[in-house]
């Protein structure tokens, strides 16, 4: 499943598939980006991160991919499992201290 | 062992009061962050302060003012509650430019405050 995040959007993606969930990033600027996990009733949790002079990213099911060209990110959850849902959010920084974040998307894993 | 903690988790008012929230990290971070989450999700920085100092300070009403004692806390106090100040805010760590250049923040568990 793919996705845009704009407004909260929502992905549904079966128990096994791999989930794609993508962010605009508005700052040229912008040195640093990292996504974050938010389950119910909890702060973002860090998942992965791209500095800028990478286009990609892996970590343990999770792979992160940066476009500059288009300012564009991506996160990609491979077999994705009931506890990946939750709300992702990308984050783009300029170092050293100003954040900004995308919009969020919620991801629901289907049994 | 909890990295960020904030106080209370929940938070229900009356318009026109004052609250604080507390903010505390045990990770030795230089520098700390308020954010606010509306009902949409969506995450805006407020307060950014390094090694007690305010860096950032993104256009929040005046009726914020934030504090921070010494660099493991960093407090929010809120006067003159309005109707629109109801959201889950979040404190936040991280290194800071101190220790590296390129950091991940270190959320707390959020305060719901709700303003009758």
């Known amino acids: 499943g793919e996705n845009v995040g704009l407004h909260l959007p929502t992905l549904s993606v079966q128990e096994g598939d791999n989930s794609i969930i993508n962010c605009a990033y508005s700052?040229?600027?912008?040195?640093?980006f990292i996504w974050y996990k938010q389950e119910s009733g909890k702060g973002p949790q860090f998942i992965i991160d791209i500095r800028s002079n990478m286009d990609k990213r892996q970590g343990q099911r999770v792979t992160v991919l940066l476009n500059k060209t288009v300012k564009h990110l991506s996160l990609q959850i491979a077999a994705t499992q009931p506890g990946d849902s939750a709300v992702y959010f990308c984050a783009e920084n300029i170092p050293p201290y100003k954040y900004i974040f995308g919009t969020g998307t919620r991801l629901k894993v289907l049994a | 062992d909890t990295a960020v903690s904030q106080t209370p988790k929940y938070l229900v008012t009356q318009m026109g009061n004052d609250k604080s929230i507390k903010c505390e990290q045990n990770l030795g971070h230089d520098t700390m962050y308020w954010y606010k989450q509306d009902s949409k999700k969506f995450l805006k920085i407020m307060f950014s302060?390094?090694?007690?100092?305010?860096?950032i300070n993104e256009t929040v009403p005046n009726r914020f003012s934030p504090k921070s004692p010494d660099k493991a806390h960093l407090n929010l106090h809120i006067n003159s509650l309005e109707l629109g100040d109801s959201a889950v805010y979040f404190c936040?760590?991280?290194?800071?430019?101190?220790?590296?250049?390129?950091?991940?923040?270190?959320f707390g568990p959020g305060t719901r405050l709700t303003v009758l």
């Open positions: 936040a760590s991280s290194p800071g430019p101190r220790v590296r250049t390129y950091n991940e923040q270190f």
């Open positions: 302060y390094n090694n007690k100092e305010l860096i």
């Open positions: 700052n040229s600027a912008s040195d640093y």
